[in-house]
């Protein structure tokens, strides 16, 4: 009997795929975690890479996201959606306060990798990477101890969260 239980975990055993991540910058843990909002996301792939030209940047003052718009690559074009056409067929990147301690912030103009979750945004109507878990080029900018007080209160849902 025992032989036959060892034989059988060695067959289990053997049959787990190996899971190639695509970027050694793919996380662990909730893909989604420390995202406001999360519920309007669904991820359509827990780590994705996209390569493109920054068309622009802006740093929401509400969630205190950067917003990225990335104009990918032909080779990524796939990871839009029919909604983007309303951000010029750009790729939406968001950088979570949480993150801007390491993840870069490019400059309009550049050429970048993002890595990250690659979500449909259903509020909005397009697919985007949120939150960007690496930037290839850029500079970092810490978020605030104000901003990431206003994002503590988003997340907790507490009233006033946005006045702080």
Known sequence: MLGLFLLLCAAACSLRRHVTLP??????????????????????????IAIGTVHKVKFEEYDGDVHIDLRPDPDYEQLLADGNSRVGGNL???????????????????RIEVVGPWVDDTEHGWNEIHPAWWVSAGAI????????????????GAAGGDNQ
Do not use: N
């Not at 939406?92 to 550049?110: N, W, Y």
């Open 23 to 48: 970027s050694p910058y793919c996380r662990g843990g909730g893909p989604l975690a420390g995202v406001y909002h999360p519920q309007r996301l669904i991820v359509k792939s827990r780590c994705k």
């Open 92 to 110: 939406v990147v968001e950088i979570i306060p949480q993150d801007r301690s390491r993840v870069a912030v490019p400059q309009e103009g550049a």
């Open 141 to 156: 900018e810490p978020a605030s101890t104000t901003e990431l007080r206003r994002v503590q209160l988003l997340l907790q």
